[in-house]
């Protein structure tokens, strides 16, 4: 299906690919061993109902092409075991809301979308769900109460802190200590193939937050590493260096394996990334 020898940006022995139900997907062996966390960052291969290769698109819109929208999360939820209403997904906006998930909430009806961009829970059985396509995904587990989170993190939601939003609802609101608490930076656009203007660069340099742009000869731009972005800000917000974990695999670099807003000229789909508790 893909190959990852080539795979640019590799995993450094903290992640690897595996396959459930012919279902390819990279995992962080660290949640594994947790011993209560279900989790795949998956990528953007399945398999169909007749055992052949298919696109697994989550993208919540059809402008690519009807024909490659599948009943993806029926297909996700068979290979992992999860009752379908239990995997919660938002209508993720590029901001920095996130929202607080329980079993009370799963049973409400709701007339709008979530609008938000991170969901975190203590209730297992629920999986959350982030949909992406260059957009960072983070899982946070805190490996002593056992509480999770699913966040998405693209430049807008980078630059008002989502992630340290995020883990202030874990110290206040669970009470969690930072140092319990695993960081996990699933696979999301690169340095090498994410360039950004003076709109993306100012938001940052409001915030004085900069060391992570690189300069162009081309006045105006800036080569920006969007994971390494999100990793200082979970260093600042109290995670220990020892308990961030990232991926390093650029989604443009290897669009044959996930897809890439970038990559592939803003006509592509959307890959799944969950957690759950056992």
Known sequence: ????????????????????????????????????????????????DRGESDILDFGSSSECGKERLLP????????????ERNLVTVSQVHGNNILVIDETLQRRKYDAPLEYDGIISATAGIALG??????????????????????????KGTSLGIIAGAVSIFVEEFFSDPADILAVIGPAIGPCCYEVDEVVFSKFEETGSQSFFTGREMKGKWMFDLPEANRLQLIAAGIPLENIFSADI?????????????????????????????
């Open 250 to 278: 650029c989604t443009s670099c290897n669009k044959n394996i996930f897809f890439s807003h970038r990559g592939e000229n803003g006509c592509t789909g959307r890959q799944l990334n969950f957690i759950m508790l056992r």
């Open 1 to 48: 299906m893909f190959e990852t020898e080539d795979m640019r940006y590799g995993t450094s022995g903290m992640f690897r690919f595996s396959s459930r139900n012919a279902i390819p997907y990279l995992e962080c062996p660290v949640l594994g061993k947790t011993g209560f966390i279900t989790h795949a960052f998956c990528t953007r291969w399945g398999r169909t």
């Open 72 to 83: 993806n999360r029926e297909i996700i939820c068979s290979a992992f075991d999860i009752p």
């Open 130 to 155: 982030i949909k992406t396509a260059d957009c960072v995904p983070i899982f946070l587990a805190d490996r002593k109460k056992r509480i999770i989170g699913a966040i998405h993190a693209g430049w």
